[in-house]
């Protein structure tokens, strides 16, 4: 009788374990940048990252703002669909353990009806 109830733990421990996705984690390695980056020392390399990426994305949105309000929603959008997407695979990862069927499709779901009506 225990060693069922034991075997059932290891398999349900079993079950989690495949069931859960490790998430992707960022890279230290940006392909354009190397150059630039070799001749950064290595404990500067992450603030020279991020004033590169902060001029690039200013940048953007300056071009944004300048071609008038149908880019800055599009640019909404875009950020919003990624950030749901970055939220829902966390998700799926999280509640994939508890078979939750039509998870990922329910969220798009609300996410684009909530669109259609507040715009």
């Known amino acids: 009788d225990?060693?069922?109830?034991?075997?059932?733990i290891c398999e349900e421990?079993?079950?989690?374990?495949r069931l859960t996705k490790v998430l992707p984690?960022?890279?230290d390695k940006i392909w354009f940048l190397e150059p630039l980056?070799?001749?950064v020392p290595e404990r500067r390399?992450?603030?020279?990252?991020?004033v590169i990426f902060g001029i690039i994305m200013i940048s953007g949105f300056c071009c944004c703002v300048s071609l008038g309000p149908m880019a800055l929603m599009l640019l909404v959008f875009a950020i919003q669909f990624t950030c749901f997407y970055e939220l829902i695979s966390i998700g799926l990862a999280v509640y994939r353990v508890f078979d939750l069927p039509y998870f990922r499709l329910f969220s798009w779901y609300f996410l684009l009806t909530s669109n259609y009506f507040f715009f």
């Open 37 to 39: 980056l070799e001749m």
């Open 45 to 50: 390399r992450n603030t020279v990252v991020r």
């Open 13 to 17: 421990e079993e079950r989690i374990g």
């Open 2 to 8: 225990e060693s069922d109830m034991d075997a059932m």
């Open 25 to 27: 984690q960022g890279s």
